[in-house]
């Protein structure tokens, strides 16, 4: 317990703060008097006594974190905060187990975007911006949020960072305070989700859809208010738009937050993973597009075009939005797709999956140890951007996919077991652990993952955990040596 304590000392503060979010749904359900004001009024006083409990219990135990607590804190708070998050959805919707209310908020703050509601059309307003919240909020990382703001309590969190920062480049630093980084790249969100928000107005979205949407294009969570996502829409030019800044999400936000500092385009050009990303996203709908004329699946390429690259866009992002069922195209285009997932975003973007920085070092580590098989005394180097890349970076970038496959094998065969044919087990357990959202047969893009059972739910959400931390995060809470002294 004296471990710990500090720890959740540390989160105590974060929930009182979180319990600060609900005022933004309360005041849109007070302003249009949609009936949900109740649900957001307990949750609010709930989640401010529950942290409030736990500083008094914790208030002598302050000290500073070190680097293991900072694992622990991110762990500790992505499961207790989607908790909380539940009780609006809980109060509203008395028949939604807790089950299902808390797959659906660990969605949301994982940025993953799978949902397990039907008639969202019919929900309350406020009830469809918490969820676009709670993605947008998990966009950037509640954690991130709270090295910002967790200085002015009088806490350091570098260590934090580090736990969260996705990528094996977690020592990377952009301003030699941690604060002011954190501070840097929230300006750098909030402003392109304007922007975005701005754009989907003028391309015909009502005010409120377009906050909605900016909310989970920019989080790439793929939450909608219409039950036929940017179907109900039918409009090319909305889907362009959010084409374009899904496409910016799934870009290392750091790299934007230095265009911006260099008043330049340049940071986007030396980027080794913003190439790679525009090029492998942009040219597999581009080639998929063709395979769907190809075999006739729309009459004329110009029609394949639009359906190719908007969906697959938002699967490669790990963003989930469809404006058709795909499930429906011949199973490689969205396999393909799927797989795309799992590797095409950047790190330090919003996206789930490896990242592609990982995706070019297994590559390279590959093409090395070929040359190697030829040349074995020869000195062969790792090079990204022209930098050698160390061999302690190549080891933890092999150990994580070891683990990443694994846990997907693993996982996989627990769906299989439980019931569920492997097409939708493997896909529902791909889409989650990538926090993508929309799987393929039962839990496609035109269905929910209400379907699958309370077991099934579960390990779903352990694998958008798994994802959205990037796995050695939460795995290293459970090793041995870490509670060792």
């Not at 009182?16 to 649900?39: I, R």
């Not at 942009?282 to 597009?289: E, F, K």
């Amino acid at each position: 317990m004296s471990r710990i304590a500090p720890v959740l000392n540390v989160l105590s503060k974060v929930i009182m703060l979180f319990a600060a979010t609900f005022l933004v749904p309360l005041g849109l359900s007070w302003l249009l008097g949609d009936g949900a004001e109740y649900a957001y009024d307990d949750a609010i006083v709930i989640t401010f006594a529950a942290g409030a409990f736990t500083w008094l219990l914790t208030r002598g135990r302050q000290r500073e974190l070190q680097i293991r607590d900072g694992f622990l804190l991110v762990v500790l708070a992505w499961t207790s905060i989607p908790a909380f998050a539940t009780l609006p959805l809980l109060f509203y919707l008395p028949h939604l187990s807790f089950t299902d209310a808390y797959f659906e908020t660990v969605s949301g703050i994982t940025t993953t975007g799978a949902t397990v509601l039907t008639g969202l059309d019919a929900l309350p307003m406020s009830i469809n911006l918490w969820r676009g919240l709670l993605v947008w909020f998990g966009g950037m990382g509640l954690i991130v949020l709270a090295v910002a703001i967790l200085p002015l309590l009088g806490v350091g969190g570098m260590q934090m960072y580090k736990a969260e920062t996705p990528g094996p480049m977690k020592d990377t630093k952009l301003t030699p305070r941690i604060t002011e980084t954190a501070k840097g790249l929230y300006l750098i969100y909030v402003g392109i989700s304007v922007a975005c928000g701005v754009s989907f107005w003028l391309a015909g979205m009502t005010p409120f859809d377009a906050v909605m949407h900016a909310f989970a294009t920019m989080g790439l969570g793929g939450f909608s208010s219409h039950d036929a996502s940017f179907g109900y829409w039918n409009s090319p030019a909305i889907e362009a738009v959010t084409v374009v800044f899904m496409l910016l999400a799934g870009i290392n936000f750091s790299t934007h937050f230095l265009a911006w500092r260099q008043r330049g385009l340049n940071a986007y050009r030396v980027d080794p993973e913003a190439r790679w990303f525009l090029a492998v996203t942009l040219g597999s709908a581009l080639l998929i597009a063709v395979y769907l004329r190809a075999v006739h699946v729309y009459p004329d390429f110009l029609e394949a075009l639009r359906y190719a690259v908007f969906n697959t866009v938002s699967i490669a992002t790990t963003t989930g939005f469809a404006n058709t069922d795909y499930n429906q195209w011949p199973i490689f285009a969205p396999l393909w797709m799927l797989m795309l997932s799992g590797f095409a975003s950047c790190s330090g973007s919003t996206g789930g999956g490896m990242k592609m920085v990982r995706a070019q070092l297994l590559f390279r580590q590959g093409r090395r140890e070929l040359t190697r098989l030829i040349h074995p005394a020869a000195r062969l180097p790792v090079k990204l951007a022209g930098q050698v890349v160390p061999n302690n970076v190549i080891y933890a970038v092999l150990a994580f996919a070891f683990m990443y496959v694994c846990a997907i094998l693993v996982m996989t065969l627990l769906m299989t077991a439980s019931g569920l044919d492997l097409i939708t087990a493997f896909s529902a357990v791909l889409a989650s652990i990538n926090n993508t959202g929309p799987g393929l047969n039962a839990v496609g893009p035109a269905t929910t993952y209400a379907v699958l059972t309370d077991f099934q739910t579960w390990v779903c959400t352990i694998a958008m955990l798994l994802g959205r931390l990037e796995l050695l995060t939460v795995l290293v809470v459970f090793s041995r040596a870490f509670w060792r002294a």
